[in-house]
């Protein structure tokens, strides 16, 4: 099976971090994520993650260092995740995509029902990294 690169970003205000809601006609609908998505062919990981932010959220954001990163199974493709800190230079975020946003602390975790993909990066946040 092909593996699809996946980039997302972490992006804290405070003690709080975003989380988006996919839409509900698309694949593992409903469920939250960090913002983010695919690298299209002949952009770098950094780039891919501009453009997404500005396409889902309309933010311009300065990507930081990898947070981390993850391989994960889906039953229809396989993604290899990589998670950057991230902050936002201008704009803010507007749901031109999801279904919902929220900005949440860790110990609010075990509230929302993320992407089998991000649970290990979920588990890593709630531990203080």
């Given at each position: ?26 694949a593992r ?69 999801h279904n ?30």
């Amino acid at each position: 099976m092909k593996i699809v690169e996946v980039v997302a970003a972490l992006i804290w205000e405070k003690d709080k971090f975003l989380i988006c809601q996919r839409p509900q006609n698309k694949a593992r609908a409903l469920l939250w994520e960090f913002v983010g998505g695919k690298v299209e062919r002949g952009e770098t990981k950094q780039q891919a993650l501009v453009r997404e932010c500005m396409e889902e959220l309309g933010v311009t954001v300065s990507v930081g260092e990898v947070f981390t990163e993850v391989t994960h199974e889906y039953p229809d493709l396989t993604v290899h995740l990589t998670l950057y800190r991230s902050r936002i230079l201008s704009g803010t975020p507007s749901l031109l995509e999801h279904n919902a946003m929220k900005w949440i602390s860790p110990p609010e975790i075990p509230q929302y029902d993320f992407c089998p993909a991000d649970k290990v990066i979920l588990e890593k946040i709630a531990a203080g990294a």
